[in-house]
């Protein structure tokens, strides 16, 4: 992947975490989580540049519970939907590793099997596009959860944060 946009993610998981200082001293995310989040920003299907300009997600959403307004019942739902999201994307990159892996064994084979390695191939392809869709229903069910005054709220937050984050990767040099 480009560094360019490995810089670009990191920059997306830092602003996840210190857009609200004071939120994210309340819930800042597990080494387990950034490590996941790290290991995710590799992934081939753009999901920071075209899902989460637009939907965040719901540990998004708990960063920033005061800016909208989130009662006890949606911060409880949205905690829900973030550890199953993580619990699901440390699955589906325990997959994705083990797939790597055992194309890596195989390609390096004196005389490798055509098919196997065309096997192995689609495995890998399956566990990223499982690592790419398995995230939609979660960040999409965080922002189903919101009112519509809070929706029209998020929608101008994910605007301002993804032109900040913009502005951060042009002054890094990443334009």
Same mark, same amino acid.
């Given at each position: 992947? =480009?560094?360019?946009?490995?810089?670009?993610?990191?920059?997306?998981?830092?602003?996840?975490?210190?857009?609200?200082?004071?939120?994210?001293?309340?819930?800042?995310?597990?080494?387990?989580?950034?490590?996941?989040?790290?290991?995710?920003?590799?992934?081939?299907?753009?999901?920071?540049?075209?899902?989460?300009?637009?939907?965040?997600? =719901?540990?998004?959403?708990?960063?920033?519970?005061?800016?909208?307004?989130?009662?006890?019942?949606?911060?409880?739902?949205?905690?829900?939907?973030?550890?199953?999201?993580?619990?699901?994307?440390?699955?589906?990159?325990?997959?994705?590793?083990?797939?790597?892996?055992?194309?890596?064994?195989?390609?390096?084979?004196?005389?490798?099997?055509?098919?196997?390695?065309?096997?192995?191939?689609?495995?890998?392809?399956?566990?990223?596009?499982?690592?790419?869709?398995?995230?939609?229903?979660?960040?999409?069910?965080?922002?189903?959860?919101?009112?519509?005054?809070?929706?029209?709220?998020?929608?101008?937050?994910?605007?301002?944060?993804?032109?900040?984050?913009?502005?951060?990767?042009?002054?890094?040099?990443?334009?």
């Amino acid at each position: 992947m =480009p560094k360019q946009m490995i810089a670009a993610l990191a920059t997306i998981a830092l602003l996840s975490v210190s857009a609200l200082p004071s939120q994210a001293a309340m819930m800042r995310p597990s080494n387990r989580m950034m490590k996941t989040h790290m290991y995710f920003m590799r992934h081939s299907l753009g999901f920071a540049t075209i899902f989460f300009r637009y939907h965040p997600g =719901p540990h998004w959403d708990l960063m920033h519970a005061t800016a909208l307004h989130l009662t006890a019942a949606q911060i409880r739902k949205e905690k829900r939907l973030t550890v199953g999201m993580m619990r699901d994307t440390q699955r589906g990159i325990v997959s994705l590793k083990a797939a790597y892996q055992r194309y890596r064994q195989d390609a390096m084979q004196a005389d490798p099997a055509i098919g196997r390695l065309i096997h192995d191939v689609k495995a890998v392809g399956r566990a990223q596009a499982y690592l790419g869709y398995e995230m939609i229903p979660y960040h999409l069910k965080g922002y189903a959860i919101l009112s519509p005054s809070q929706k029209i709220r998020y929608r101008k937050l994910a605007r301002i944060n993804w032109m900040h984050m913009m502005r951060m990767m042009h002054n890094m040099g990443m334009h």
